[in-house]
């Protein structure tokens, strides 16, 4: 499992291939809303969790997946872009984790990520 504690942030902007890595873990009904590449890590948005993949070894076959499911998240906060900031922002908070910060550079779909969120805490 990821240490979120030596790293809560990830900078991140849309990179469809890590939604390829974690096909084979989606269940029955559960699609991919977006995808984003970190420096070699990535994050996956699906309707029903978060799915962090960090990238292991020189090789960078080995990954380590990180499932935050949208029911254990206890508060997030969302920050879109405006006209000068550009970077959208998410904050997570769960319980075995602590907070979790995504920032998004560019284009993101962090309304309709938030909405699945609300879905899944509500």
């Known amino acids: 499992m990821i240490d979120f504690g030596n790293n809560p942030v990830f900078k991140l902007k849309e990179s ?3 939604a390829e890595k974690v096909e084979e873990l989606l269940v029955a ?3 991919v809303l977006d995808s984003y590449k970190a ?3 990535g994050v996956v948005f699906t309707t029903k969790r978060i799915i962090v993949v960090n990238v292991q070894g020189l090789t960078g076959k080995k990954c380590d997946f990180t499932s935050i499911p949208y029911s ?3 508060a997030y906060s ?3 872009a405006g ?4 970077d959208a922002e998410l904050d997570v908070h769960v319980s075995s984790v ?4 995504f920032e998004f550079k560019a284009k993101s779909s962090i309304l309709e990520i938030s909405k699945h969120i609300s879905r899944g805490v509500l």
């Open 39 to 41: 420096f070699r890590d």
């Open 98 to 101: 602590g907070r979790v910060r």
């Open 29 to 31: 009904s559960e699609e």
């Open 83 to 86: 006209s000068f900031d550009r």
């Open 16 to 18: 469809s291939k890590y």
């Open 72 to 74: 254990k998240i206890q």
């Open 78 to 80: 969302v920050e879109t």
